[in-house]
C-alpha cells in the first residue's frame, strides 16, 4: 500500500485496488450517487485516507464539473453573514462540493460584479449571492448561465430562485412588543437605498415598509422616524447620535440588524444613557453578538443558518438539475426577547 506522504499522487485505479473494488465503484462514492451502499462508502474512504487520495478539480471540471460553489457576500463584518455560512457548510458537509467566499462590500457594485465574474470564469458550478447590489438585470444573465440563489432579496425570477424571510412578520413582532412595554415614540435605523440596482424588494425597503404599517395600525403613524444611517457599527452609532440628540429623542430604538444596534449601545453610552432603563433597544437577526452577557440584545430570529442551508440545497438541486422551476422559500421570523427592552422611563 502506497503511502499518503509518498511523492506519487494516488489516482482512482490506486484507490480502487487498495479497497478491492472497481474503479467505477470508486466513482459511484465520489459522485455520492444513488445505490453505494454504508460498507462499500466505508472501505473506499478507509483506501482514500490511508492512500492520501484527494479527487483532481481540475480533472472533474473536464468531466463537467468543477465541485466548487461561490458564495458573494455583501460585508465579513455582519455577523449574521456568518450564521448564513454555518447553514451552506452544513448542507454541503457530506459532498464533494467546495465553497469559496468573496466580499464586495454593501455599495459597491463594481466590486460584486468583478467577484461574481471572476467566480464565474473559474468556471464555480452554483452561485449563492447574499444581498447583492449587483444589478438584477445582471444577476438575471448569470444565472441564465451558472445556477444562481439570491438571499434576502424578495425579487423573484424564472432565473434564480430566492431565500428569504418573512421581514413583515418580524418587524411586526418587535413594534407590538415594545408598544405593549408602553412605547409610543420609536425611530428606526436602516441601510440607505442603493439606486440603480434596479432590486425593487430588498430587505431593507421591507422591513422599512413593515414598520411605517405597525406603527400606523397603533395609531402611531405621525411618530415614525427612519433613520438609514446603514447596517454597520459605525451606522448605528450615527443614526443614535442624531436620534438621541434631537430635539425629541425617541424612548426606543429598531435597529434593523444587530450590527447596527452595537453602535446604539456606543452612542447611549457616550451621552449617558442606560439601556434599557432609559432607552429600550432592539435588533434583527439575533445573531450570536445578540446572545452575549454584555449586550443582552432584543431581537428578531431570522433563523439565518437555515437560511443558508436551504439556499445550497437549492442550489444543488438546480445544479444535478432535478429541478427546473424557480422557487422562493421563506423563513418564518420570532422575537427573542433580551435585557435591551423594558418600559420607557417616566415622563
Given amino acids: 500500500m502506497r503511502p499518503a506522504s509518498s511523492s506519487k499522487r494516488a489516482t482512482i485505479t490506486d484507490v480502487a485496488h487498495s479497497a478491492g473494488v472497481s474503479t467505477s465503484a470508486v466513482s459511484k462514492v465520489l459522485r455520492n450517487a444513488y445505490g453505494v451502499s454504508p460498507a462499500m462508502r466505508e472501505r473506499v474512504q478507509t483506501a482514500m485516507d490511508e492512500l492520501g487520495y484527494r479527487p483532481h478539480a481540475a480533472a472533474r471540471g473536464m468531466r463537467g464539473r468543477t465541485y466548487t460553489i461561490g458564495v458573494l457576500l455583501a460585508s465579513i463584518r455582519n455577523a449574521f453573514y456568518a450564521d448564513l455560512l454555518d447553514g451552506v457548510n452544513a448542507a454541503l458537509r457530506d459532498t464533494e462540493y467546495a465553497l469559496f467566499l468573496g466580499s464586495g462590500g454593501s455599495s459597491e457594485r463594481e466590486d460584486q460584479t468583478r467577484l461574481i465574474h471572476a467566480m464565474v470564469d473559474r468556471q464555480m458550478d452554483g452561485l449563492i449571492l447574499i444581498a447583492p447590489t449587483v444589478s438584477r438585470s445582471e444577476v438575471v444573465h448569470i444565472a441564465a448561465e451558472v445556477p444562481t440563489v439570491v438571499v434576502g432579496h424578495h425579487d423573484p425570477s424564472p432565473a434564480y430562485d430566492c431565500v428569504v424571510n418573512q421581514d413583515g412578520v418580524g418587524v411586526d413582532l418587535v413594534v407590538d412588543h415594545l408598544v405593549a412595554l408602553g412605547h409610543r415614540d420609536m425611530a428606526h435605523l436602516s441601510h440607505p437605498t442603493v439606486r440603480g440596482t434596479q432590486w425593487e424588494q430588498r430587505p431593507e425597503h421591507h422591513v422599512r415598509a413593515a414598520y411605517r404599517a405597525a406603527m400606523a395600525r397603533h395609531g402611531l ?5 427612519v433613520v438609514h444611517s446603514g ?32 453602535g446604539v449601545f456606543r452612542a447611549a453610552a457616550e451621552l449617558g444613557l442606560r439601556i434599557p432603563d432609559d432607552l429600550s433597544l432592539a435588533g434583527y437577526n439575533n445573531t450570536s453578538v445578540a446572545a452575549l452577557a454584555p449586550v443582552n440584545l432584543t ?11 436551504t439556499a445550497a440545497r437549492l442550489l444543488l438541486e438546480r445544479i444535478e438539475k432535478r429541478r427546473d422551476r424557480a422557487v422562493v422559500m421563506a423563513s418564518t421570523p420570532h422575537l427573542v426577547v433580551r435585557g435591551s427592552t423594558a418600559p420607557p422611563p417616566a415622563a
Fill in 231 to 262: 447596517y454597520s457599527d459605525e451606522g448605528g452609532y450615527r443614526g443614535a447620535m442624531e436620534l438621541l440628540t434631537s430635539t425629541r429623542p425617541p424612548t426606543a430604538i429598531f435597529a434593523g440588524a444587530d450590527v447596527a444596534a452595537t
Fill in 221 to 225: 403613524a405621525d411618530l415614525a422616524r
Fill in 299 to 309: 431581537s428578531v430570529d431570522q433563523a439565518g443558518a437555515m437560511m443558508g442551508e
